[in-house]
């Protein structure tokens, strides 16, 4: 069975940083990705990671955000400085079963997910 526990959400200025956390269980290796979603949103992604460690991010989150994952704790990271309010939402992480992230990594391409951790960024 696939669980995908997140973790490290919070309140913060905007300015700041958090380092989100998905901890991965039944599932190694599969394309993962982080996604959002803002009161009155549509989910949107954020940050993708291939089983091979190719790295992808969503305009937005360019130069901000750095995605990463430990293999050896089959734990999905999200590294977030200079948020902005715009950030605010919950975030989710996902899992698919192949190593590769589909062409364009939508939500519907990706198997599980976890319950999401609320970040808060105030002006």
């Known amino acids: 069975q696939v669980r995908l526990v997140e973790s490290g959400g919070g309140s913060v200025q905007a300015g700041g940083s958090l380092r989100l956390s998905c901890a991965a269980s039944g599932l190694s290796y599969g394309c993962m990705g982080w996604f959002r979603q803002g009161q009155g949103k549509e989910r949107e992604g954020v940050a993708y990671i291939s089983g091979y460690g190719v790295a992808d991010y969503v305009h937005s989150a360019k130069g901000r955000f750095t995605i990463s994952k430990d293999n050896a704790k089959n734990t999905l990271y999200l590294q977030m400085n200079s948020l902005k309010p715009e950030d605010t939402a919950m975030y989710y992480c996902?899992?698919?079963?192949?190593?590769?992230?589909?062409?364009?990594?939508?939500?519907?391409?990706?198997?599980?997910w976890g319950q999401g951790t609320q970040v808060t960024v105030s002006s």
């Open positions: 996902a899992a698919r079963r192949t190593s590769f992230c589909a062409t364009i990594p939508t939500a519907t391409t990706f198997d599980y």
